[in-house]
């Protein structure tokens, strides 16, 4: 006779939102695409008003496009005073806090559209639209291509850089270089294009059109890591300590387990919000949308604590029904793995029995909400 498993379950992870909230801070009539940060001065790329600054982390901005024509700004990239701006109309370089500007496309193509920039050492690479990568090695006074093996006019969204690999995000998936760009390798994600890179250690994280993915191994494998993202169209990423942060196409998420459990954190953004970028200043994360936002991180946390006393699932695997105990009112939320949400239900203090019949077989996330404190966990169906 097969036997059936009933287990207790009980959350391992419990997470208060209560006091970590968004504000905008300005620039709320455009959209800011880039963002640097040096101490208190935030400086701000936007779509259709060219570059920003603020020396008051925000509460007021100025315009600071002298010697700079065009306007649409794709990326910013500091390295000591030399500040890079990557355009519609190739790169221009300041040196006094951006007072004024200088072009910097000795040796790009004329009217080069350059959306990403990395930064090491005295070595300055700049991915473009539809040109491949350039590299400088003398702060942008003359560039030369190195794109050998990368696809033929492949915009290049991202560009990282780990000790000596670099690596690309592009249209057609994610590169790597270990000589300084001289030769480019696919390593995988061709399943979308690569919007975001982050490095912590050895692992990589990717943000793609179709979430994010994970690699411990320079990009030999990578495996999907997206439970609890209700959105999964990834623009930004960010690292900071043992969080990583994720802007999508509606709000942000963050993880403080390499990604294997994500948490909403858009409380105080306007829904359907696309977040593109991300800056981190201190105990302060600062966004890229319409707009810019900041956030207190030292209202985000996750406390790791046996929660026997909180709630508890059981069985699981379960076949139809499944049973809550809580100690409190609160609201679970099941969703699928694309993070759907697919039932929602009040629960009173004690016993719940959910019918869970009309779900097809396979893995689920379930999310109890109460006084503004959130739990997760994964539920199987039988």
Known sequence: MKKTLLLFLTFTVYANFASAQWQQIGLDSTYVGALTINGDTIFAGTTLNGVYISTNKGSSWTAINTGMPTTQIYVLAKSGSNIFVGTEDGIYLSTNNGDNWTAMNNGLPANTEVYSIAIRDSNVFAGTYHNGIFLSTNNGQLWTSVDSGLIANDPVYKLAIDGNNIFAGTYDGLFLSSNNGSTWTNIGLTIGSVMSLAIDGSNIFAGTLGGVYLSSNNGLLWSGVNTGMTNTIVHA????????????????????????????????LPNNLSVVSFALSGDTLYAGAQGVWKLPLLGVGIAEKNNENIISVYPNPAISNLTIETMQRSTIVISNLQGQNLFQQQLLQGKTAIDIGILAKGIYILRLNSNNKTAVTKIVKE
């Open 237 to 268: 990423l960010a690292i900071n300590g043992n969080y990583i942060f994720v802007g999508t196409q509606d709000g942000v998420f963050f993880s403080n387990n390499n990604g294997q459990l994500w948490y909403d954190l858009s409380t105080g």
